[in-house]
Structures are given as structure tokens and as C-alpha cells.
């Protein structure tokens, strides 16, 4: 039976930040002449770049076993995989827009979209009259004359409101998401290097959301500070040279700093240093 567990990258928007988490993780790609099947430093794997839909179909009929999709093509798909990760990279929601002026409730209209069956779904769930009109790229631009509104994916919205279109409803949050096939998951070996796989890249996505901090802390404050640390778990507290106090350090939110380190002088920490953490795992 062959082991080598087969890798799909997705091309496109989302390939520059899967790439940086791969390498960030220490796994290489290396790009030669057949630029769609780069060289992977990982043994026992064997990577390939496709359309994110196509990763997403080829995990489902299991010519791959591991591989990057957005969440709104595996949904729209309506296919059957395993969802290891999300990596929040690349967040869009997919939603429906159209002039101001349109009443969705106003009678039958068309709606153009790529997204046949998630609007589809919405449109029954919502009670509305509305026609698919079938797009391949560039939604935004079939009304007025080619369609009433459209559902499209968006990260800020920007694309839409130029087009003069305007947001009325989300039908889905979508991001970067680590799926494997449910038939790799039954080979044991397999299932222990994807779930390898899926711990490092994890890691290195739980250390971008914190950092290391220190400080210097008088032995009579100690308590103090360590009570207004949030970290992970106890932190490392270490008596400096000379027996005057403690080093204190911990892995925190990066978002908590600016409220953190005025909370740690306050408390009596002095000398506070901030770290950059490249992986965490728990």
C-alpha cells in the first residue's frame, strides 16, 4: 500500500499565506520547471498546487489525502471531508449584495453568483423568488443589467461598494481551513503524520497570537505580578543573580499588551521585554 501522504496546495489568493505558515513551520517548497509539483522537504510527502475547489474535490475522491481549502467551496461542494485546522487565514464572507433601492421580498429577480448551491439553500430558507444565474468570476459586475443582486465572496467590501452594491445579508464565514480525506484517516500510518502535519502547522499559528514576556520583579512583588499575568499556564519565574528578585516570563495574547504592561509596572515589574515566538505547542 502506498504511504506517501499527497499534499494539495491551493493556488491563487490563498497560496502566498499557506506558503508562509509551511515555511514558517521550517517545511521548504522548491520550485522547478514543473512549477504545479515543488519539491517538499518533508519525507513521505508528495505536495501539488490546484485550484482550492480542486483541492477540495480531490480530497473527497481521494487521489489527495491532506491539503488547504476555503471552507465556502468545500460548503458549496457539499463535500465530505475532515477539518483538522482552521487557520483563520484569508477570512472572506460570502454574502449577497445589491443596489440599495432592491427589496429582496419585491417579487422574482436574479441573482448571479458562483455559489449555485449555498444561494441555492438561501434563497429556500429565506422564503425568497429568486433565479441562479451562473457566474465565473467577476460577480460584481452583472447588475443591473444581467442580474438583480449577487452573492459573492469579500474580505472588506470594497469590490462591491465601487460596483455601487450594496450588503444585506451573509449567508457564511469562510476562511483558510486544513482538511484531510476521511480515507487517509483510516490508514493509521497516515493518520499519524497528517495529525503531525496539522500539530506543526498549529503551532506555528498559536505563536503568531502570542509573544513571550519578562520582567524583572522584587521578591516582595512577585505575587502581584504573577496574579495579573494571563498566560498559558504558571509562568517561569527564575531568582537573578545576586538573590534581588526574580526574572517572571510568560506566553500571552499579543493583543493583551497594551493593557498588560502598564499592569505589570503597576504591580512592580520593571525591565519588561517582549519576544517574538516562532511555534508553540501544548
Keep these: 500500500m502506498d504511504s506517501t501522504i499527497r499534499l494539495g496546495l491551493p493556488k491563487g489568493r490563498m497560496q502566498e499565506e499557506v506558503l508562509e505558515l509551511l515555511h514558517d513551520a521550517g517545511i521548504r517548497l522548491t520550485f522547478g520547471r514543473r512549477g504545479y509539483r515543488p519539491h517538499i522537504s518533508l519525507d513521505g510527502f508528495d505536495a501539488k498546487l490546484l485550484k482550492p475547489q480542486n483541492v477540495a474535490e480531490m ?30 487565514l484569508d477570512p472572506v464572507r460570502i454574502v449577497a449584495a445589491a443596489d440599495p433601492a432592491f427589496d429582496p421580498k419585491g417579487g422574482r429577480f ?25 457566474t465565473f468570476g467577476a460577480t460584481e459586475v452583472f447588475p443591473p443589467e444581467d ?25 457564511m464565514q469562510s476562511s483558510t481551513r486544513l482538511y484531510a480525506s476521511p480515507a487517509a484517516l483510516e490508514d493509521p500510518a497516515k493518520r499519524r503524520e497528517i495529525e503531525n502535519f496539522a500539530m506543526v502547522c498549529k503551532s506555528v499559528l498559536d505563536a503568531r497570537r502570542r509573544v513571550m514576556i519578562e520582567a524583572n520583579v522584587p ?12 498566560g498559558m499556564g504558571s509562568p517561569t519565574v527564575a ?4 538573590g534581588v528578585g526574580y526574572a517572571v516570563k510568560a506566553a500571552v495574547a499579543r493583543s493583551e499588551l497594551p493593557t498588560l504592561i502598564p499592569k505589570i509596572k503597576e504591580a512592580g515589574g520593571s525591565d519588561i521585554v517582549v519576544f517574538q515566538l516562532a511555534q508553540i505547542v501544548g
Excluded at 458549496?76 to 477539518?83: A, F, Q
Excluded at 442580474?147 to 462591491?160: K, M, Q, S, Y
Design 239 to 242: 531568582t537573578l543573580a545576586g
Design 147 to 171: 442580474a438583480d443582486c449577487v452573492v459573492d465572496n469579500t474580505a472588506t467590501g470594497e469590490t462591491l461598494r465601487a460596483n455601487g452594491l450594496h450588503i444585506f445579508a451573509t449567508l
Design 219 to 230: 521578591a516582595d512583588r512577585l505575587d502581584a505580578v504573577v496574579a495579573v499575568l494571563p
Design 59 to 88: 480530497l473527497h475522491v481521494g487521489s489527495r489525502d491532506l491539503g488547504f481549502a476555503g471552507a465556502d467551496w468545500v460548503a458549496e461542494l457539499g463535500l465530505d471531508l475532515v477539518e483538522l485546522m482552521d487557520t483563520r
Design 110 to 134: 436574479r441573482v448571479a453568483t458562483e455559489y449555485q448551491r449555498l444561494t441555492e439553500a438561501w434563497l429556500a430558507e429565506e422564503g425568497y423568488d429568486g433565479r441562479v444565474v451562473r
